[in-house]
């Protein structure tokens, strides 16, 4: 975390620039007082004299010039002499500027400086000395690059002051250059300012970006700003032109007598960093934006009135390497490459706008930037490092040893180019360039020269071969015969910092690895952002599947069942000859010998379905275990008017219905979100119906769990009736078969979609874009919520599709119900303990659910406690961790909202993490819910909807409205045709699946942590899943139909299906 400071002034000299006076004795007194007076002649309208047409052409003059330059040099047109470093940009703990999500307090972001004299080879001369910024630790990207110059005024503030600028200084011709001065006053004037001759350091230097920024910040106000770097140390700024200088700065050559080497910055700057980090500060100047603004905000050449709108600290860097002058030449610094709201002011009018200097710099550097890249490729054949070394010796080569493991490919690719950097303590070596050839388990080992870097303390990998991604085992860097092994266990795209230590919090690390973290979530900020759904936990925003990083998409198979799950299941159950067969069922057999293919307990349960305790049975041990609840003392709901005489034949004349509900024995299911989605129809499929039926069950004190009485709808009146077993046999069934169609569409859209995929996705968002993978809470959560974003990308398109095909309150009916549901969402439901309580169901016997989710929940809550432990040894250190604060604070804030405006409940998410305890059971019920309570929603579908009369997903037919009208026919009718009927087992067939190369909770590798500690609370937490195994196993041989779904070997490592 950043030290809280005051806001310190920057020390000043006594210098003067004295250019007025020597304009005068030049051109007299009176027309450099007639200069100053018209600097800056006003704008002309853009409508009649230059338009953007024009402004374009100017863009490409420009590119062309500074194209044919570089092409010619293989160098930079301008800035072409510089060094560079590596280092971190930590934002003020305490900014006194509005806040923005970009600067956040205490952030730590990678940075790569660039010091450069902007026109000459030969740093004592007299010249323009520049810095830039990049906000990342890569060649090229990143989120945010900032360039800056010595002297607060550009001399170009518009296109025609530019064309001066080339016209005059640039020529070198004393005469044009003197022409140019006595062109406009503020040319001599921003000339000397920017001037600096032979300073003692390139770090005592004051550099301005001197354009104009949008600042856009947290309350959504856009503001300008401006930035400029100071040194760090509060010294007074070196090399000001003295008297001789701003008399005659065309006289910029070294001065006779400096015998100090050319290359002395370059050479002074990694001398220095050998020693220790050089320090700077990023200041930052904001101000109002004002409906009268004029074009004078945006000119260049005039600095901001420093009293009016103070300089304001926004970050300290610290730079604490030099990067290899093979790495610095390949730098490139974006003009327009900043985050949106922080972006250059707005477009240009005309060449004559003060903004068209943005246009004429972007053109610039992207045209030099394209013709040395045509150089290397053409003439030079690579980079040479004689060329532009500058004078800046390194440390000698030595060799390294490099070993990648276990490579595997992301897709059919042979081999992918990529580059190793290996990072000591305070240096780095330059790229290694390494090609990775790509088959499962691939081994290979090299050697190379290059910079001793001492030991390896981290190490980076990038891919260099364009949208590419391949699975690494781990990298081992060999020195002096000493192996260093840097695990990375992860599927790589773009690049990855490794660790040679163990899973660390970043306080513990030091500042490149610092720096490397918020990089990482820097990247995933930009590969992923928010997208805010109404009413709906936020997802990713994504233009489509392939926009999705590579390391997040799915497994081509696992994808195609998902984006197919009908035909899929088809196929599977051999049920092919049943897709677009209208006829009905003549009976329940028929239905039965349709699953030929015989898989899990769907032909027993077919056997058995109208039973009353099987039925029963199923709310406890089937598919969907959650929505049985106890009637409280408070007895039934008005809605739900059951009485004695109701329930008397089945309950027994020895006690009454409020004895049982003091005794706890009466227990209700209830679907009232499903109250007002009409029936579902559309052109190409029959109209289909459910209703919001509730459901009243007996625990009859034995093994017993049965159903004593079921209403359709919620309003009781006389064409709502309540159904009982004492109503004649087909009614009974007819009713039961209502009551688990309305718990299908909860099952299926509420339990599963959006509490098992929904509204873990924001989690696994915030994770990716805020918590880095050296992290341990990372290394722990992460495998198992990997495949959720693409998953839930392709379940929004294809996998709802297909359920609004069967469910029966159709894809916009499943809309509807996702919305209603999010209102009431309460995240406590995911801890399965509290889930119990709330509920009323922690000692509802024969709730084998419950029995076997605790044993694997408090097996789980004790893995994730003893990996936690590892890493915090109390409240204290949860509290410090900036990173994990930060990802429950965007879950809460942006993830998962609330908006009591539109009656939403407050959902319960934590904001913050307080205590260790805290952390343990948020991060116990995430993967829970990921591993767990997946295999309890998913494992038992085929058994439960595999045989349709058994669990409906649809009725055909309008609810009955009285009692002694349903007749068989009637009942296979409303079960819809055998196209329907195959349709939901194929449908229950998919979605059941687990891939049979899922690794199964518990065998989720630890590797990736390098910690001993973790291992031993893995083999643990292993040890504990046989022991449930065998457990659970042992209670199943004696069932006629046992629960198989929490069997730990059942059990997937990750949402799937």
């Keep these: 975390m950043a030290q809280a400071h005051a806001q310190r002034p920057v020390p000043t000299n006594s210098w003067k620039n004295k250019s007025f006076d020597y304009l005068s004795k030049m051109i007299g007194t009176e027309e450099a007082q007639r200069l100053r007076q018209n600097e800056f002649p006003p704008l002309p309208c853009p409508m009649f004299v230059a338009n953007k047409e024009h402004l374009a052409l100017k863009h490409s003059a420009v590119k062309s010039l500074f194209f044919e330059s570089s092409l010619r040099t293989g160098r930079r047109s301008s800035n072409t002499s510089g060094v560079a470093g590596v280092g971190t940009a930590t934002i003020v703990a305490e900014p006194q500027f509005p806040t923005h999500e970009f600067f956040s307090p205490g952030r730590v972001y990678p940075l790569r400086l660039r010091h450069s004299n902007a026109t000459t080879l030969d740093d004592r001369c007299l010249d323009i000395r520049g810095v830039a910024l990049k906000f990342a630790d890569v060649d090229e990207g990143g989120p945010l690059d900032l360039v800056f110059f010595s002297g607060e005024g550009l001399v170009f503030f518009n296109g025609p002051a530019l064309d001066d600028f080339v016209a005059g200084p640039l020529t070198g011709d004393v005469d044009k250059y003197k022409a140019y001065l006595q062109k406009n006053s503020r040319y001599y004037y921003n000339l000397i300012s920017l001037m600096r001759r032979a300073p003692s350091s390139f770090s005592q230097v004051h550099y301005y970006a001197q354009l104009t920024y949008k600042f856009r910040g947290d309350d959504g106000v856009t503001r300008h700003c401006r930035y400029r770097v100071v040194p760090g140390n509060d010294v007074p700024e070196s090399g000001l032109p003295d008297a001789a200088d701003q008399a005659e ?13 050319p290359n002395y910055l370059k050479q002074e700057f990694v001398k220095q960093l050998e020693k220790t980090a050089i320090e700077y500060r990023l200041q930052i100047q904001i101000r109002d934006r004002r409906l009268d603004d004029t074009n004078d905000v945006y000119n260049p050449a005039l600095p901001w009135d420093a009293s009016t709108y103070p300089w304001l600290d926004l970050a300290d860097i610290r730079v604490t390497q030099p990067l290899h002058p093979e790495v610095a030449e390949g730098l490139r610094y974006g003009h327009d490459n900043q985050p949106e ?58 060799p390294y040893g490099i070993g990648i493991y276990g490579c595997k490919p992301d897709g059919c690719l042979a081999g992918v ?60 860097v060999t020195k002096d015969g000493v192996k260093t092994n840097f695990v990375c266990k992860q599927l790589v795209q773009n690049d990855v910092i490794l660790s040679s230590g163990t899973a660390s919090l970043a306080n513990q690390d030091n500042e490149q690895l610092k720096a490397a973290r918020t990089s990482e979530t820097c990247r995933w900020q930009q590969l992923l952002s928010w997208q805010r759904d109404v009413g709906m936990p936020a997802s990713a925003a994504l233009k489509g599947y392939d926009s999705l990083p590579k390391a997040l998409q799915l497994d081509p198979r696992q994808k195609f069942v998902v984006e197919n799950p009908i035909s899929t299941g088809m196929s599977r159950l051999l049920i092919e000859q049943y897709q677009g067969k209208q006829k009905t069922l003549g009976s329940f ?120 009485a079921i209403q359709l709808k919620q309003t009781p009146n006389r064409l709502n009736p309540i159904f009982t077993p004492q109503d004649n046999a087909t009614d009974w069934l007819y009713a039961k078969m209502w009551l688990k169609c309305a718990d299908s569409q909860y099952h299926q859209v509420v339990s599963r979609l959006l509490n098992n995929h929904f509204v873990l996705e924001p989690i696994a968002m915030a994770l990716y874009r805020n918590v880095p993978s050296l992290h341990p809470i990372y290394k722990l959560l992460e495998p198992y919520v990997r ?167 649809a009725m055909f037919r309008p609810p009955p409205e009285r009692k002694g009208i349903v007749d068989m026919k009637l009942v296979l009718n409303s079960l819809g045709d055998m196209d329907a009927i195959s349709g939901q087992a194929a449908l229950a067939f998919s979605l059941t699946q687990i891939d049979k190369d899922d690794v199964c909770l518990g065998r989720v590798s630890v590797e990736s942590f390098n910690d001993a500690r973790v291992a031993v609370a893995a083999d643990r937490f292993k040890d504990r899943l046989i022991e449930i195994e065998c457990q659970i196993g042992e209670r199943n041989a004696g069932l006629v139909l046992p629960y198989p779904y929490l069997l730990p070997s059942k059990i997937p490592s990750g949402i799937c299906v």
């Design 249 to 261: 700065p065309w006289n910029n050559g070294p001065r006779p007598g400096d015998d100090r080497s």
């Design 341 to 398: 709201s922080l972006r250059l002011a707005d477009e240009a009018e005309s060449v004559f706008d003060y903004r068209s200097i943005c246009v004429m710099r972007s053109a610039a550097f992207s045209g030099s930037y394209a013709g040395r890249t045509l150089y290397r490729e053409i003439v030079q054949k690579g980079i040479d490092s004689s060329v532009y070394a500058d004078g800046v010796e390194m440390d000698a080569d030595t």
């Design 417 to 476: 180019t990529a580059q190793v950097t290996i990072m000591g303590e305070s240096k780095r070596s330059e790229p290694i360039d390494v090609t990775l050839i790509l088959a499962c388990g691939y081994d290979q080992e090299m050697q190379c020269m290059v910079r001793d870097v001492g030991e390896p303390v981290a190490l980076k990998l990038s891919l260099t071969g364009g949208d590419v991604a391949c699975y690494i085992d781990k990298i081992v």
């Design 589 to 708: 057999q028929e239905c039965r010998q349709m699953l030929r293919v015989k898989i899990g307990f769907a032909d027993v349960i077919a056997e058995h379905f109208q039973n009353d305790r099987e039925y029963g049975r199923q709310f406890l041990q089937g598919a969907h275990p959650l929505a049985v609840f106890r009637v409280g003392p408070d007895g039934l709901p008005a809605k739900f008017p059951v009485d004695d005489f109701t329930v008397k034949a089945t309950i027994g004349s020895t006690t009454t219905l409020a004895n049982e509900i003091n005794a706890g024995r009466i227990y209700m299911v209830d679907y009232p979100l499903l109250d007002g989605i009409p029936p579902s129809s559309s052109a190409t499929l029959r109209k289909r119906y459910v209703t919001p039926a509730m459901g009243l069950f007996w625990q009859t004190g034995g093994d017993a769990f049965v159903p004593i």
């Design 787 to 953: 495949s959720l974003i693409g998953l839930n990308l392709v379940t929004k398109t294809s996998l709802a599709s297909s359920l609004g095909k069967v469910l029966g309150i159709g894809k916009e009916g499943i809309e509807t119900l996702l919305k209603k549901a999010y209102k009431e969402f309460d995240f406590r439901h995911l801890v399965v303990p509290h889930s119990f309580t709330q509920r009323g169901t922690a000692d509802l016997p024969g709730y084998l659910y419950r029995d076997d989710a605790l044993l694997v929940w408090h097996a789980l809550r004790n893995f994730v406690r003893d990996v936690v432990a590892a890493y915090y040894p109390g409240d204290g250190e949860v509290r410090a961790d900036a990173e994990i604060q930060a990802f429950v604070r965007e879950i809460h804030d942006v993830g998962l909202p609330y908006d009591p405006t539109k009656g939403e409940r407050r959902h319960n998410v934590p904001s913050t993490f307080v205590t260790v305890d805290e952390l343990v059971s948020f991060v116990t019920a995430i993967v829970f819910a990921a591993t767990g309570q997946q295999a309890a929603l998913s494992g038992g579908q085929l058994d439960a909807y595999g045989f349709c009369p058994n669990a409906p997903m």
